[in-house]
């Protein structure tokens, strides 16, 4: 014969065993949790995604820094080619001989190469 406490027990499992049931074939709450899951499947999917975005343009940085490819490098020697170029336009038009303008351009060179040697050494002297 079963006691009255087994018999309590059953009858309890049984109750929750049907109240699960009930609870998990209930259109509501299934939509509720399949619309939360969407939600949240489509914010991971975002996130993955500006993630991998972000680690592409990082990536395209690095290869374009080993191989050299700097966005400021071609304006920068198309500058300086343009003032080399116009340097050597005005020495070639000046109304001085060849001689004094050769010997003006060697002394600014010499004074030039000089002082980036100072500036590159660390004993740049700020007054010349």
């Known amino acids: 014969m079963t006691s009255f406490r087994e018999r309590n027990r059953v009858a309890n499992w049984a109750r929750l065993a049907l109240k699960c049931g ?3 074939t209930d259109a509501k709450l299934w939509a509720s949790i399949s619309n939360q899951m969407r939600d949240h499947a489509d914010d991971l999917g975002h996130e993955v995604k500006n ?10 940085d690095v290869r374009q820094a080993i191989h050299g490819r700097n966005h400021w490098l ?3 020697m198309s500058f300086v080619g343009g003032i080399g170029l116009g340097v050597g336009l ?3 038009l000046t109304p001085v001989s060849g001689a004094e303008a050769r010997a003006a351009l060697k002394s600014r060179v010499v004074r030039m190469t000089d002082k980036m040697g100072d500036i590159a050494s660390g004993t740049g ?3 010349d």
């Not at 993630?51 to 395209?60: E, K, L, P, W």
């Open 51 to 60: 993630r991998y975005d972000d680690a592409v343009d990082r990536m395209q």
């Open 90 to 92: 005005g020495m070639m």
């Open 74 to 76: 071609g304006p920068t």
């Open 22 to 24: 009930l609870l998990l």
């Open 125 to 127: 002297t700020d007054g």
